[in-house]
């Protein structure tokens, strides 16, 4: 499981010109799902996600968690971050779980983070989607598992 998480002023999801998920600060997570991934590693990612400290103390170190410097987390399904890139100039795919595991995990790992979090948002599953996003820092870290 791969997370990449971006700490932002503000960041949106567009579906078809509808907004359909939103936050003010916070964190927006893009999340890649492969095949080895099951419910130990999903809660195992919700704990990191939820307690990485990338947000700035009294004395500017990154030394808060979302939590703690009550943000929202925006919630982005993006099988590419699985891809296999070793070698060739074409992504291949085989090491993105499949679309039927990808949504189970998925949407748990949002049932998770939403059970433990007061503000969250999602994009659609398997959609089309615009997401826009001011980044602030930039503040941006891959979490793999």
Known sequence: MKCLLQRVRSAAVH?????????????LVFVGIEPKDNTKTLERMVDRVLGYRVFPDEQGRMNINVAAAKGGVLLISQFTLAADTRSGNRPGFQTAAAPEQARMLFDDFVAQVGARHSKVATGRFGADMQVSLVNDGPVTFMLEL
């Open 15 to 27: 579906v078809a010109d509808e907004c359909v998920g939103s936050i003010d600060r916070g964190l």
